[in-house]
């Protein structure tokens, strides 16, 4: 109430004084306020020079004529200064011997409140010196191949990722100093057919995994010769923590041992056994029609079967007989995305080992193919082997190596994802955890619907990311994870692979191809050796 008596009061002293003592409350707020804008105005131009140096850095390897750079340079400033008053750049001063850049920028800022009292415009300046650094980077690029990334998502992710190896690969003259790794992955990851004979692969059947789905342990690679019929490369998930973690394989420890993937034959659905056993391929005695009381034929150990006759014998006790892939020649009829055999749902491309050849990434880039089930956990895993020192790729330096650091990046459209089959033994299709019946995904995987066998995937992964960003307990930040949610709406999901990432600024999103492209470019520029210093 005093206040409006006071704006009320007409003497004639009132007014004036008001008036007087208002000039400096309105300087004030004006300082205030242009301050602030000031400040904006500078942060957005020492921005615009610091990407504008970074950018220039780029191209030394590729031209050292100074007008072309500064073309470039001027281009590339203006559109990273829109919405400042006057930008301009001064000439830029490099040397490539040095790998040094240095831009200075200009812009003028206006006061809106203080230019009515006679102050202003300011000159802004800000300056950047970029200078290519003596570091070198090992990345493992973790591609999501699955189905659900068939058409426009996969050609998009083809020229996301090529753009990443485009800028860091260029962004060195000693190539040397970038080395990638390709890891396409679908329900499984595919290491290559050509290590079957590697010593980190179990090739003497030495690891329990092989007696799992076998009346006896028989050997892979035997059955897969036995019927004439290729490994494709695939490889099945280890069992217990060997499962999250990096541990060395060692034949003195079978167990650590990969073990390659065998889809066995299910059972011939017959009569009323209609349980949808999908992986059907072979007659369920093989071509052993004639076989002796006890199931065996000539007294042959190998070709033991538990019964001649089908209808007398469990789904279970023929699904584990090996009699029936002696000298036969499998189906190989298609099963949606997949074919129907011993390499069942081995649908995704090889790993590339890490490699300093740019073109050899690209090539297998733009290979890549997407079929079958998704599993980020197993992408997720041999990203982190690829960049490890030890077997089974050796490629990737000791992690004591100065100067040296690797990075995943992990890129994924959707979730986990399981087919189950809790209408039969198996609870599920087969995959690289086996069958759920197995309990290898979990200790009780076997009793699991689909929606636990999903869950018990998403715990796998988060386990093995924590694990794989703590990888060097000397240094926890040896691997560093970046993480790309393509087209992902599921908040569940956003937020794993934002806990996976080695910060919430490196779990990157995006909503369509463009965005997609973005992401990788803006990732590469945060791993090249480019470094700015002022």
């Known amino acids: 109430m005093q206040f409006r008596k006071f704006f009320r009061d007409e003497a004639g002293g009132i007014m004036p004084i008001f008036a007087v003592s208002l000039v400096p409350v309105l300087s004030l707020v004006g300082a205030a306020v242009d301050l602030a804008g000031i400040n904006r105005a500078y942060d957005k131009l020492q921005v615009a020079v610091d990407t504008t140096a970074l950018a220039v850095n780029h191209e030394l390897h590729l031209t050292t004529v100074q007008n072309s750079i500064q073309t470039k340079a001027n281009a590339y400033f203006q559109s990273q200064a829109v919405g400042l008053e006057s930008p301009d750049m001064k000439p830029v001063e490099f040397s490539v011997a040095d790998g040094r850049v240095d831009i200075t920028g200009t812009a003028k800022f206006t006061p809106q409140v203080l230019s009515g009292f006679g102050f202003g415009p300011y000159n802004l300046t800000a300056k950047a010196r970029t200078v290519m650094g003596d570091q070198s980077i090992e990345v493992a690029l973790v591609l999501d191949n699955s189905g659900s990334m068939e058409g426009s998502k996969l050609t998009s992710l083809k020229t996301a990722a090529k753009s990443l190896v485009n800028i860091l690969y260029?962004?060195?003259?000693?190539?040397?100093?970038?080395?990638?790794?390709?890891?396409?992955?679908?329900?499984?990851?595919?290491?290559?057919?050509?290590?079957?004979?590697?010593?980190?692969?179990?090739?003497?059947?030495?690891?329990?995994?092989?007696?799992?789905?076998?009346?006896?342990?028989?050997?892979?690679?035997?059955?897969?010769?036995?019927?004439?019929?290729?490994?494709?490369?695939?490889?099945?998930?280890?069992?217990?923590?060997?499962?999250?973690?990096?541990?060395?394989?060692?034949?003195?420890?079978?167990?650590?041992?990969?073990?390659?993937?065998?889809?066995?034959?299910?059972?011939?659905?017959?009569?009323?056994?209609?349980?949808?056993?999908?992986?059907n391929?072979?007659?369920?005695?093989?071509?052993?029609?004639?076989?002796?009381?006890?199931?065996?034929?000539?007294?042959?150990?190998?070709?033991?079967?538990?019964?001649?006759?089908?209808?007398?014998?469990?789904?279970?006790?023929?699904?584990?007989?090996?009699?029936?892939?002696?000298?036969?020649?499998?189906?190989?009829?298609?099963?949606?995305?997949?074919?129907?055999?011993?390499?069942?749902?081995?649908?995704?491309?090889?790993?590339?080992?890490?490699?300093?050849?740019?073109?050899?990434?690209?090539?297998?880039?733009?290979?890549?193919?997407?079929?079958?089930?998704?599993?980020?956990?197993?992408?997720?895993?041999?990203?982190?082997?690829?960049?490890?020192?030890?077997?089974?790729?050796?490629?990737?330096?000791?992690?004591?190596?100065?100067?040296?650091?690797?990075?995943?990046?992990?890129?994924?459209?959707?979730?986990?994802?399981?087919?189950?089959?809790?209408?039969?033994?198996?609870?599920?299709?087969?995959?690289?955890?086996?069958?759920?019946?197995?309990?290898r995904l979990a200790d009780d995987s076997d009793d699991m619907n689909g929606s636990e066998l999903k869950t018990a995937m998403d715990d796998r992964l988060e386990e093995a990311c924590e694990n794989a960003k703590n990888d060097d307990p000397n240094n926890p930040?040896?691997?560093?994870?970046?993480?790309?949610?393509?087209?992902?709406?599921?908040?569940?999901?956003?937020?794993?692979?934002?806990?996976?990432?080695?910060?919430?600024s490196m779990a990157k999103t995006a909503s369509n191809g463009t965005e997609l492209d973005t992401a990788f470019r803006n990732i590469a520029k945060e791993l090249g050796p480019l470094r700015l210093t002022q």
């Open 281 to 439: 391929y072979l007659n369920d005695n093989g071509k052993w029609t004639d076989l002796d009381n006890d199931g065996k034929k000539d007294d042959n150990e190998w070709v033991n079967c538990s019964a001649s006759d089908r209808s007398s014998s469990t789904d279970q006790a023929v699904q584990k007989r090996v009699c029936k892939y002696k000298g036969v020649t499998p189906s190989t009829s298609s099963y949606g995305s997949t074919t129907k055999g011993p390499n069942f749902w081995c649908n995704s491309d090889p790993i590339v080992p890490l490699t300093a050849t740019k073109q050899t990434v690209i090539d297998k880039i733009n290979a890549m193919s997407a079929k079958g089930y998704t599993n980020i956990h197993e992408g997720l895993m041999w990203g982190w082997r690829v960049l490890s020192p030890g077997a089974p790729f050796t490629e990737g330096v000791s992690y004591t190596t100065p100067n040296v650091r690797k990075y995943i990046i992990l890129m994924t459209d959707g979730e986990n994802t399981i087919n189950s089959r809790s209408e039969n033994h198996n609870n599920s299709d087969y995959s690289a955890y086996g069958y759920a019946a197995n309990n």
């Open 170 to 279: 260029d962004s060195v003259t000693a190539q040397t100093r970038v080395k990638i790794s390709l890891v396409p992955f679908s329900g499984a990851v595919n290491v290559g057919a050509d290590n079957a004979t590697s010593d980190w692969m179990d090739k003497n059947a030495a690891s329990p995994a092989h007696s799992e789905n076998f009346v006896s342990a028989k050997n892979r690679f035997t059955l897969y010769s036995e019927m004439n019929t290729a490994w494709k490369g695939c490889v099945e998930s280890r069992p217990g923590d060997l499962m999250v973690n990096d541990t060395a394989p060692t034949t003195a420890d079978p167990i650590t041992l990969f073990v390659p993937m065998f889809a066995p034959d299910e059972p011939d659905e017959e009569g009323e056994n209609t349980k949808e056993f999908v992986n």
């Open 477 to 504: 930040e040896k691997i560093t994870i970046f993480t790309i949610a393509f087209q992902v709406n599921a908040q569940a999901t956003l937020q794993r692979l934002k806990d996976c990432a080695s910060s919430d």
